[in-house]
């Protein structure tokens, strides 16, 4: 079998384990089995490649049982699988697709008509290596007369019957047909009295405005759908419409005529408590949306558009629509709280990456009887970040300051102590304690490293910018980095694109990406991979460090970039808010994106030209 087949085979397994789910699915929830076509794969000895999970079923067989298998082998039925075969054999004699009406006696099913499809799977030399065929069930398209006027029967009572208004006049404007609602509500006659008059005679009852002018341009080819109507002290949404013949000639009109008169009052209190919503919405800058008691949207004002970018009109449709908009689950939306009577006041929700402060309540009408929902919705993710960043860079200032005023200071005893440790080690008369002094110093190099990162956030670093190439610097630091990867035993990809130079101070690149790679190691386990990427977007060259590991939790990512903060054991907590005070200085942004599969840190300069 040709590799085209075997993915041909594997792709239509892979969607038929997908359409068995759905099958189950649906039969779960709605009680009865959906049926679908019948699927086939067939090679030149009529042998299935591939049976769908629907003709496998229907086979009272397994497609493990039939694949591979000839349909003789199995003790199938003469009439259920010859003339399928026939049809096969065709496709392979003449190459070309065939589609013929066959009948099958299958033994879980009886006697059925199917239209079978066969079609030629070619492989690469272009012969036809294998059959497509498609068994779609037509019974009841060839059923006998006698049920089609029995189906015909069943509608004509369901028209007579329905709850609505239905009358048909003939091109000369008598009465062809009205149901039963139409003639007691509109004519209060018999209808024997009412077929072959003219619809004139509804004027009486219904009034000229309702009868005359909509008959006339129904009759003249002018269709009218959606019209509200006055009409014996009811109001009525009015729907008429032309029958024409092949050759456009008007043989009959139809007026379909649907009682609305509790819907128009509804109507009329959602229209009030709208213009309510509407003086709210003058004097507050809040995105709001009304539904009414079913849960359909009557309101969606503009500041809600603006708040989620991309938003279609919602209005007309299901809340069940506005959460699929926003990606939350629809018993969660504020809108549907309310309608539940769990009214919110001010409540903090993040949605789609944006903070917001939700409040919901219910719309009452006449006796306090619940008519809807509103909801009102502030955006104050500008606020949060403002906030963030400034308590960022007060943290920044306070560690700059610290590191500046005693690193130096500190930093000098530190080596004369470590000194006489050294020292110490020497002499025999500390043989004994050989391994205190070495933990000694090797605690004294740990703080000697915490006051160097100390330093790296002084304001008054030394700091040197030159035009340079990020994909250089990279480039040159790509062996070190590899080094460490082999070593903890990770794989390190590099993707590097043609980026514009920029200004940069290369020791505080390389020191910025050796604390992100270094981070992505210690984020994934063993045979982690991390991926070094820079590629240039718009007015911006991105850096971005990306890991497969199990993300950041939500705590960790509100926190990034934070002082001490570390997830390690032995982690200073200082190697991120390095990394953000090199991009500060870069005048660079940080951006993060987290998720189960893994985290990306993007770092964007903004592209100059060399002073």
């Not at 490293?449 to 035009?467: G, R, V, Y």
Request: a negative charge.
């Amino acid at each position: 079998m040709s590799d085209i087949i075997k993915d041909y085979i594997r792709n239509l397994k892979q969607a038929d384990i997908l359409l068995a789910g759905m099958i189950t699915a649906r039969e779960k929830a709605s009680g009865f089995r959906p049926v679908y076509d019948m699927v086939f794969v067939f090679d030149r000895e009529s042998k299935p490649l591939f049976i769908n999970c629907m003709a496998a079923g229907k086979l009272g067989l397994s497609s493990a049982d039939l694949e591979g298998r000839h349909w003789r082998e199995l003790g199938l039925s003469l009439q259920a699988m010859e003339p399928w075969e026939v049809c096969v054999q065709k496709v392979f004699a003449t190459q070309e697709v065939l589609v013929e009406t066959i009948e099958l006696f299958i033994p879980t099913v009886g006697s059925t008509y199917y239209e079978i499809t066969c079609s030629p799977i070619y492989n690469a030399a272009g012969q036809c290596e294998a059959v497509y065929s498609v068994a779609r069930d037509i019974t009841r398209q060839v059923k006998s007369e006698a049920e089609r006027l029995e189906e015909r029967a069943i509608f004509d009572q369901l028209v007579e019957k329905a709850p609505m208004g239905i009358m048909v006049v003939n091109a000369d404007g008598t009465i062809r047909y009205l149901n039963e609602t139409y003639q007691k509500v509109f004519t209060g006659l018999p209808k024997e009295q009412v077929l072959g008059k003219p619809a004139s005679i509804l004027v009486e009852v219904c009034g000229a405005d309702y009868g005359a002018p909509l008959l006339g341009k129904v009759l003249a080819g002018q269709d009218q759908f959606g019209v509200y109507k006055r009409a014996v002290e009811r109001d009525w949404l009015v729907s008429a419409f032309s029958l024409k013949d092949s050759q456009g000639k008007v043989r009959m009109g139809v007026v379909i005529a649907q009682e609305m008169t509790e819907l128009v009052k509804l109507q009329q209190k959602l229209a009030d408590s709208e213009s309510l919503v509407g003086e709210l919405i003058q004097k507050a800058n809040l995105a709001v949306i009304t539904a009414d008691k079913d849960g359909i949207i009557t309101y969606c004002n503009p500041e809600y558009r603006r708040l989620i970018p991309g938003n279609e009109d919602l209005v007309g449709k299901s809340v069940a629509m506005l959460a699929k908009n926003l990606g939350v689950n629809q018993d969660d939306l504020g809108i549907v709280r309310a309608l539940r009577g769990e009214e919110m006041l001010a409540e903090h929700q993040s949605v789609k990456g944006k903070e917001w402060l939700v409040s919901s309540f219910r719309i009452l009408g006449e006796n306090d009887n619940m008519i809807g929902a509103a909801v009102c919705v502030q955006d104050i993710t500008q606020t949060l970040q403002l906030q963030g960043e400034i308590r960022k860079l007060e943290r920044f200032n306070l560690i700059g300051e610290m590191a500046a005023s005693i690193g130096h200071e500190v930093r000098n005893p530190l080596t004369t102590v470590r000194g006489y440790m050294q020292l110490f080690q020497r002499k025999q008369a500390f043989a004994d304690y050989g391994e205190q002094l070495s933990l000694i110093i090797a605690e004294l190099d740990r703080a000697n490293a915490i006051i160097t990162e100390f330093l790296s956030l002084a304001k008054n670093k030394a700091f040197q910018l030159k035009s340079d190439n990020l994909g250089r610097i990279l480039t040159n630091m790509q062996p070190l980095i590899q080094a460490d990867a082999l070593l903890l035993g990770r794989q390190l990809n590099f993707e590097l694109g043609d980026t514009p130079d920029l200004l940069l101070d290369e020791n505080e690149i390389r020191q910025c990406v050796l604390n992100l790679v270094r981070n992505g190691f210690e984020a994934t386990g063993e045979a982690g991979v991390v991926n070094v990427k820079t590629y240039q977007e718009g007015s911006s060259v991105v850096l971005a460090v990306e890991d497969n590991g199990k993300g950041l939790s939500a705590e960790v990512f509100n926190s990034l970039g934070t002082p001490f903060l570390s997830t390690k054991p032995q982690g200073t907590g200082l190697g991120l808010p390095i990394c953000y005070k090199i991009a500060e200085r870069h005048k660079a942004k940080i951006e993060v994106d987290t998720s189960p599969l893994g985290t990306i840190f993007y770092l964007r300069f903004l592209i100059t030209s060399p002073a």
